[in-house]
């Protein structure tokens, strides 16, 4: 079962303008969600996260929302760039699991952004 | 350069044979995990390893999978027999540096493709 959920597989954006990167989840037990970048033939890169007792975190450009009871978070990017076209993932831990699992991440299958120039 | 190191970058094996992969995780860390990517997937997780500890195995991982840590630094994923199923990124993270939310590192991870 996919416990992330990205249901947008891609996303076309005009440089300058603002881009929305949606993920929803279905277990509670998550607490701290993160988005990666992944360039091709490169590994996920760190992004921006957030913790379970905020509903906001606002890295520069990029902010990411959290509405809990809708189990809904969001990435935007204001102005997206053209450097910012690569693919998106969205990921989930719970501190629940941390002794057996570590913080081991379930992901979702990813938005691919394109910023048009 | 202090990163996830991850060898070979590229794989190509015949179907049957058997590959082995290596992760060199960031010193500090002791948490290491291997990873899975499909196309148009994100990544699965395979396995996690505290120090030497093989903690926790996903069902993705079959029997002809086996990952070692022996002295909780570096880290090999083994597969036996290859199968064309098994063509995928194989990613490799750390952490570990006792915070309570700690964020994955990745390294550029191992492409097989089994023919």
């Known amino acids: 079962d996919q416990q992330v959920k990205q249901n947008s597989p891609s996303l076309s954006v005009q440089e300058g303008r603002i881009s929305i990167l949606n993920c929803d989840y279905t277990n509670s037990m998550f607490d701290y969600f993160l988005w990666y970048k992944k360039y091709p033939a490169e590994g996920p890169t760190f992004l921006i996260s957030?913790?379970?007792?905020?509903d906001k975190n606002e890295d520069g450009r990029f902010t990411v929302f959290l509405n809990k009871s809708a189990k809904h978070l969001s990435l935007h990017i204001v102005p997206s760039q053209p450097g910012d076209s690569a693919v998106y993932f969205c990921?989930?831990?719970?501190?629940?699991?941390?002794?057996?699992?570590?913080?081991?991440?379930?992901f979702g299958t990813g938005t691919r952004l394109a910023v048009r120039p | 350069d202090t990163g996830v190191s991850q060898n070979p970058r590229h794989k190509i094996t015949k179907r049957g044979q058997n590959v082995t992969f290596r992760c060199d995780p960031i010193s500090e860390h002791n948490r290491l995990y291997w990873y899975r990517q499909t196309l148009g997937q994100g990544p699965e997780f395979l396995t996690y390893?505290?120090?030497?500890?093989?903690?926790?195995k996903s069902r993705l991982l079959s029997d002809r999978f086996s990952a070692e840590r022996p002295k909780g630094s570096f880290s090999t994923l083994e597969i036996q027999r290859t199968e064309q199923g098994d063509s995928a990124m194989y990613l490799c993270?750390?952490?570990?540096?006792?915070?309570?939310?700690?964020?994955?590192?990745f390294g550029s991870g191992t492409q097989l493709s089994v023919l």
């Open positions: 390893f505290q120090n030497e500890a093989q903690l926790e």
């Open positions: 993270a750390s952490t570990g540096t006792g915070g309570s939310n700690e964020k994955l590192f």
């Open positions: 990921a989930a831990s719970a501190w629940y699991f941390k002794k057996s699992s570590g913080d081991k991440l379930t």
């Open positions: 957030i913790s379970s007792i905020k």
